[in-house]
């Protein structure tokens, strides 16, 4: 019931003519495929080239982040609707790397969900725990936690059109993948705090995604699982083959 989704998050990788080509074989292969929903989110300046290359594909633009103002004295930032106007339909919000290099909170973080929701734009909220959080037996109280507090702003009526994605933060960028034991074991905690916080069919609509080293040869025992539906690829989506290869994994 819930469409797999399979998200390309570039970070600050690629310059515009590389960009450009990433996102035609994506489009491309897109075009052969009606599974899964595909999504790429390149670095705001290559937003424009890469919404151009994707226009008639069915392929989903999505930024890395955004500002939660309307617009206003906020040097360097972008707002929620510069990215609905430049065509992004989704935005990640809450990566594990803004929290601990740029210092977000959650509460920070639960404002971007709401503008983002306001402008019409679907959240990827990520949430993760720490190294020493898990082998302390945090994890479940890190994540829901995280969850919780984003989700403050969040009316039931806009819930179902939130995405997640459960980013251990000791597999992002390392090769540690989590076992799909392990993000299975999350991913239906978080979806069971979505069903207290809201109501039995929101829970069932969001789509949670599990991100953090996944690549080719380990994607399909992760979307195997039944709460993970899809994923969120960092340094794997920069190369065509290896993407569509995870993609390939991703069919409901
Ligand atoms: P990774 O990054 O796939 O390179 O581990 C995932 C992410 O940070 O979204």
Same mark, same amino acid.
């Given at each position: 019931?819930? !469409?797999?989704?399979?998200?390309?998050?570039?970070?600050?990788?690629?310059? !515009?003519?590389?960009?450009?080509?990433?996102?035609?074989?994506?489009?491309?292969?897109? !075009?052969?495929?009606?599974?899964?929903?595909?999504?790429?989110?390149?670095?705001?300046?290559?937003?424009? *080239?890469?919404?151009? @290359?994707?226009?008639? *594909?069915?392929?989903?633009?999505?930024?890395?982040? @955004?500002?939660?103002?309307?617009?206003? +004295?906020?040097?360097?930032?972008?707002?929620?609707?510069?990215?609905?106007?430049?065509?992004?339909?989704?935005?990640?919000?809450?990566?594990?790397?803004?929290?601990?290099?740029?210092?977000?909170?959650?509460?920070?973080?639960? !404002?971007?969900?709401?503008? +983002?929701? %306001?402008?019409?734009?679907?959240?990827?909220?990520?949430? &993760? %725990?720490?190294?020493?959080?898990? %082998?302390?037996?945090?994890?479940?109280?890190?994540?829901?936690?995280?969850?919780?507090?984003?989700?403050?702003?969040?009316?039931?009526?806009?819930?179902?059109?939130?995405?997640?994605?459960?980013?251990?933060?000791?597999?992002?960028?390392?090769?540690?993948?989590?076992?799909?034991?392990?993000?299975?074991?999350?991913?239906?905690?978080?979806?069971?705090?979505?069903?207290?916080?809201?109501?039995?069919?929101?829970?069932?609509?969001?789509?949670?995604?599990?991100?953090?080293?996944?690549?080719?040869?380990?994607?399909?025992?992760?979307?195997?699982?039944?709460?993970?539906? &899809?994923?969120?690829?960092?340094?794997?989506?920069?190369?065509?083959?290896?993407?569509?290869?995870?993609?390939?994994?991703?069919?409901?």
């Amino acid at each position: 019931m819930r !469409r797999p989704l399979v998200v390309g998050n570039w970070k600050m990788n690629l310059l !515009r003519r590389d960009a450009v080509a990433l996102a035609r074989a994506v489009a491309e292969w897109a !075009r052969r495929h009606s599974q899964p929903e595909l999504v790429l989110c390149p670095p705001f300046v290559y937003l424009e *080239a890469v919404a151009e @290359v994707l226009r008639d *594909a069915p392929v989903g633009l999505g930024a890395q982040n @955004v500002y939660p103002q309307a617009g206003g +004295a906020y040097t360097g930032e972008i707002s929620p609707a510069m990215l609905a106007d430049v065509g992004c339909r989704y935005v990640i919000v809450g990566h594990s790397e803004r929290r601990q290099l740029l210092g977000e909170q959650d509460e920070f973080i639960g !404002r971007k969900v709401v503008a +983002a929701l %306001e402008a019409g734009l679907q959240p990827i909220l990520c949430v &993760g %725990e720490l190294l020493k959080q898990r %082998e302390r037996g945090e994890t479940q109280e890190v994540v829901r936690g995280q969850l919780v507090q984003a989700l403050q702003g969040v009316s039931e009526a806009a819930a179902s059109r939130l995405v997640l994605a459960y980013e251990p933060v000791w597999a992002i960028g390392t090769g540690r993948v989590a076992t799909a034991a392990q993000a299975q074991e999350v991913q239906a905690d978080l979806r069971s705090t979505l069903r207290m916080r809201y109501n039995a069919t929101a829970a069932e609509q969001v789509r949670i995604l599990y991100g953090g080293s996944v690549k080719a040869e380990n994607a399909a025992e992760l979307l195997a699982q039944p709460d993970v539906d &899809g994923a969120l690829v960092g340094g794997a989506s920069l190369r065509a083959d290896e993407f569509l290869r995870i993609a390939a994994c991703a069919v409901a």
